[in-house]
C-alpha cells in the first residue's frame, strides 16, 4: 500500500479498487443519510461494484495526473476519503473534497488529513494556492476548513446544487506562503 504517514493516528493512502471498495461503501452505506446531504453523488453510489468502479476511474485520473483521490486512514481503518479534485493550470490551484464515516467523525480527523493534503500540495504538487468550498449551512466542513488553518475569502450566493436545491457557498483558501509560514 503507498501510504502517506500524517501522524500516529491518520494517514493518506492510494485507493486498491478491489480492496477498499467494501469498507468504503460500507462506510457510506452506514452514513448515507448524513453525507448525502452535502455530497450529491452519494445517492448514485448504490453497491460496492459502483464503488469499485468509481476507485478504478479515480486512479486513471491520478495516473493522468488530473487529480489525486487517497483513502484516510484512522488507526489502519478506512474512515473516509479526501481528494484534490482537479489542477488549475491557470493559476496553479486545487480544490479539496472530503468526507468521514459517521462513526469517525468527532476524532478531529479531518483537518488532520487536510493538513497533509496541503502538504503534499505544496510541496510535491508545487501548487500555488488550495481550496475548500463548502455550504454556507455544512457547519462540520467550514469547521475542519477554519480549523486546518484556510481563511474564509467569501460566500458566492447559490454557488452549489445540492439534493434539496440551491445553497450559498463559502470559498476557504490556504496559500503557499501561508502555510510555509504556519510550518
Known amino acids: 500500500m503507498f501510504e502517506y504517514k500524517i501522524d500516529e493516528e491518520v494517514s ?3 485507493p486498491r479498487p ?16 448524513q453525507i448525502a446531504q452535502w455530497l450529491p453523488w452519494v445517492e448514485k453510489l448504490k453497491s ?3 464503488e469499485e ?15 489525486l483521490n487517497a483513502v484516510i486512514r484512522f488507526k489502519g481503518q478506512a474512515a473516509g476519503m479526501i481528494s484534490f479534485n482537479k ?3 491557470m493559476d496553479q490551484s486545487t480544490d479539496i473534497g472530503y468526507w468521514l ?3 469517525f467523525v468527532g476524532n478531529g480527523i479531518m483537518h488532520r488529513a487536510v493538513a497533509g493534503m496541503c502538504d503534499l500540495g505544496f510541496t510535491d504538487y508545487h501548487v500555488h494556492k488550495i481550496i475548500i468550498e463548502a455550504a454556507v449551512d455544512n457547519r462540520r466542513s467550514n469547521q475542519v476548513a477554519e480549523k486546518a488553518g484556510f481563511t474564509c475569502d467569501g460566500s458566492v450566493r447559490a454557488n452549489m446544487l445540492l439534493a434539496d436545491g440551491y445553497h450559498d457557498g463559502n470559498i476557504w483558501t490556504m496559500l503557499a506562503d501561508e502555510w510555509q509560514n504556519k510550518q
Open 12 to 14: 493518506l493512502a492510494l
Open 18 to 33: 478491489k480492496l477498499d471498495a467494501t469498507p468504503l461503501f460500507a462506510l457510506i452505506d452506514d452514513s448515507r443519510a
Open 48 to 50: 460496492i461494484a459502483d
Open 53 to 67: 468502479t468509481f476507485l478504478m476511474k479515480m486512479m486513471a485520473r491520478f495516473g493522468t495526473g488530473s487529480s
Open 87 to 89: 489542477f488549475h493550470a
Open 101 to 103: 464515516g459517521n462513526q
